[in-house]
Nanobody, 120 residues
């Protein structure tokens, strides 16, 4: 069983930055696809970014491309999401996930989520 724990959420102003971290418990962390998803109130969970264990990717949703950067440190079993030029519409609970692919359906493990709030 893989446990994922997010940290780094909080409140930011529009145009500001936040950095999310996701710590994984598994020693096999390096073999998983890892991704970030988000869910705003009243909306479905959506893909934000993902990164493969190999050199494939990274992958980004069009809404965050050029503003967010996903990275991972397999030696530390940790994944990151650097969020720059934040917009109010980025406000959501952000979830870290790991699995066999980059879609919601292929993610097998999920963190508890961390709130990101962007004020205008």
């Amino acid at each position: 069983q893989v446990q994922l724990v997010e940290s780094g959420g909080g409140l930011a102003q529009a145009g500001g930055s936040l950095r999310l971290s996701c710590a994984a418990s598994a020693r096999t962390f390096g073999r998983y696809y890892m991704g970030w998803f988000r869910q705003a109130p009243g909306k479905e969970r959506e893909f934000v970014a993902a990164i493969a264990w190999s050199t494939a990717g990274p992958y980004y949703a069009d809404s965050v491309k050029g503003r967010f950067t996903i990275s991972r440190d397999n030696a530390k079993n940790t994944m990151y999401l650097q969020m720059n030029s934040l917009k109010p519409e980025d406000t959501a609970v952000y979830y870290c996930a790991g699995g066999r692919g980059i879609s919601i359906a292929t993610m097998d493990y999920w963190g508890q989520g961390t709130q990101v709030t962007v004020s205008s």
